[in-house]
């Protein structure tokens, strides 16, 4: 449980036909391959959840029509040799080098610029039109039979994420490309959460001369002053947030 509710309730209260259920991972590819209908993909079952394999049960799920061979277990590949050992394969190759180094282009279909538009079309990622977002307004759908069925379509067959990204996602970084971007921090505008123990409070009266709305208090000033032939003072301005710290050569400092 849940499955076989679950399971049970979208087949009007009995077993799907043995044929149409998942009762054998070469199979299941098989039909993923073959058929532009068949678009189902893993659930996060098959990295965590032997148990999803096993009718522990017992319960009758028929025979297939061919070969009349009762449907138990889900039959796994050869390389596997039990469904402990399937899903630790599967978590393994889930946190290869391989697929994090491919990750961008998952996300590229899912949430990215190739789930919609000719770049779907190409990449052949393309579902039923009833999967996206803004696709069907149900509030206008009068019909009762038809607005029954696309519910029943969007809650049992799934939705399509919104689209998050129009642009390419960029390839995850290596270790190496880590560490060298982490050390060049220094030459780059640093993070205010990165300079916490720096953060210093300060507050200024003057705003007549503002030339940005921004209200009295909100404004910060920096003087620099002292003695001798040829010394100015020099003053310098800007509204509250950022203040250059010293003499403005280094990097600037949250206030």
Avoid: M
């Avoid at 299941?28 to 999803?52: G, N």
């Avoid at 449907?71 to 399937?86: I, Q, R, T």
């Avoid at 190496?176 to 205010?192: C, F, G, Q």
């Amino acid at each position: 449980e849940p499955f076989t509710s679950l399971h049970v309730q979208l087949q009007s209260g009995r077993f799907d036909c043995s044929d149409r259920q998942f009762h054998s991972v070469a199979a299941a590819w098989q039909a993923r391959l073959e058929s532009p209908a068949d678009v189902k993909e893993l659930i996060p079952e098959f990295f965590y959840f032997p148990d999803f394999l096993e009718n522990q049960n017992g319960f009758d799920l028929g025979c297939l029509q061919l070969t009349n061979e009762k449907v138990g277990d889900v039959v796994l590949p050869p390389w596997a040799s039990s469904p402990e050992d399937f899903i630790q394969q599967h978590r393994q190759a889930l946190e290869s080098e391989y697929v994090s180094a491919h990750l961008h282009e998952w996300i590229d279909l899912i949430f990215g610029y190739k789930q919609r538009g000719p770049a779907a079309e190409e990449a052949l990622n393309v579902f039923y039109y009833c999967t996206y977002e803004g696709a069907v307004d149900l509030d206008h759908v009068t019909d009762e039979r038809e607005r029954k069925a696309l519910e029943g379509i969007i809650s049992n067959f799934g939705q399509t994420p919104c689209q998050l990204l129009k642009e390419p996602h960029p390839t995850r970084l290596s270790a190496e490309e880590a560490a060298h971007r982490l050390a060049r921090l220094d030459t780059n505008s640093p993070s205010i959460f990165q300079h916490l123990d720096e953060l210093k409070a300060f507050f200024a009266e003057d705003a007549a001369t503002a030339e940005w709305p921004v209200g009295a208090r909100q404004w910060c000033e920096w003087t620099s002053t002292g003695s001798g032939p040829g010394w100015k003072a020099a003053i310098q301005r800007w509204p509250l947030g950022w203040q250059p710290a010293g003499d403005c050569t280094t990097p600037w400092q949250a206030v």
